[in-house]
């Protein structure tokens, strides 16, 4: 080969190489993750998610991006969040929340979803069927605005005396009148008087706790949205300083210092929901992937909370808790 076309061929290849560079960055799938919380107070389930896509092989930064999309608990950004993401063309979208799946659901019907949702996913309109799920959505449903009775029950054992039970409910959330009234049934069929009280902002609950005084509330139970996981550490210091006996949706409130929880283990959701991303990613399709469901439940006590409450758990309740933090 004559010296002069040896050095148009190296120009050659060393022009393809930036277009080479770009086609393998352009190939990198992109996974749009949206959640109407904050990414601060999501950590652990962020992590989750993680290992879950990490077990199908993907792992961000090397072989798959992901953009991030935080609400900030503010709904009404969530549309415009998962709008942007369908705009910038995302590979599959994790909507992480109830309001964030149905955002998403809004958004497009043809970019692959797998999101995580505690409301009923066929009766607030994200899959027509749990075992085939029709259309581009799949998911994880933690069950956990559906436990509301179970919860009533559990805070009346405990606090057998309670004349009255407050309930925290934010209106805005997806499912907030089915939660509403499943534990109002509950209370008719036990004879329990629940007094329901709305609080979607940080400044809603300082003023709901205020009402709970003035009613005279002997215990709460907090309903499920994730405002109220985001503000977790918030909702436990104000049941701690008016002295009001809790139950919560999930154990993260327990482990704030808060009395009881019952429900699923919300981070076992976001892992399969990383583990579905991971298998879209790989070709399979939405449809063809069951909405998972969790098969056990579980109630975590604080006895430190209760003794600082003046309360005694019972023996058997001790016994029947799945996890007791002394």
Do not use: C
Request: net charge neutral.
């Amino acid at each position: 080969m004559r010296r002069r076309e040896f050095i148009t061929l190296l120009g050659g290849v060393a022009a393809a190489l930036p277009l080479a560079a770009r086609a393998q960055q352009s190939a990198t799938p992109v996974i749009g993750y949206v959640n109407s919380r904050s990414r601060e107070t999501d950590t652990p389930f962020l992590a989750a998610f993680h290992r879950g896509l990490n077990e199908t092989g993907y792992v961000e930064g090397q072989n798959v991006a992901i953009e991030y999309r935080w609400a900030e608990g503010q709904y009404d950004r969530l549309r415009v969040l998962a709008t942007d993401l369908v705009d910038r063309r995302v590979t599959v979208m994790a909507a992480t929340s109830t309001p964030a799946a149905l955002a998403a659901k809004a958004a497009t019907s043809a970019i692959p979803i797998v999101f995580t949702t505690a409301a009923d996913p066929i009766a607030v309109g994200l899959v027509d069927s749990m075992s085939r799920p029709s259309g581009n959505a799949t998911g994880v449903n933690t069950y956990v605005s559906r436990l509301g009775a179970k919860r009533l029950e559990l805070l009346r054992e405990l606090v057998p005396n309670a004349a009255v039970i407050g309930m925290l409910v934010n209106p805005n959330f997806p499912d907030a009148e089915t939660q509403s009234n499943d534990v109002k049934e509950a209370a008719r069929t036990l004879g329990q008087q629940v007094h329901v009280v709305d609080a979607n902002s940080e400044g809603d609950l300082i003023r709901a706790f205020s009402t709970f005084i003035e009613m005279r509330a002997d215990a709460l139970l907090v309903s499920t949205d994730g405002l109220f996981l985001s503000r977790r550490e918030q909702l436990v210091a104000l049941a701690a300083r008016h002295k009001i006996p809790a139950i919560y949706f999930v154990r993260d409130f327990v482990l704030a210092g808060g009395l009881m929880s019952y429900g699923a283990n919300i981070a076992d959701g976001y892992r399969q929901a990383g583990i579905y991303a991971g298998r879209i990613l790989k070709g399979t399709k939405p449809g063809d992937l069951p909405v998972m469901q969790p098969t056990k439940f579980d109630l975590v006590i604080n006895l430190r909370t209760a003794k600082a409450l003046g309360l005694t758990v019972p023996l058997i309740m001790q016994m029947t808790a799945d996890e007791v933090i002394e």
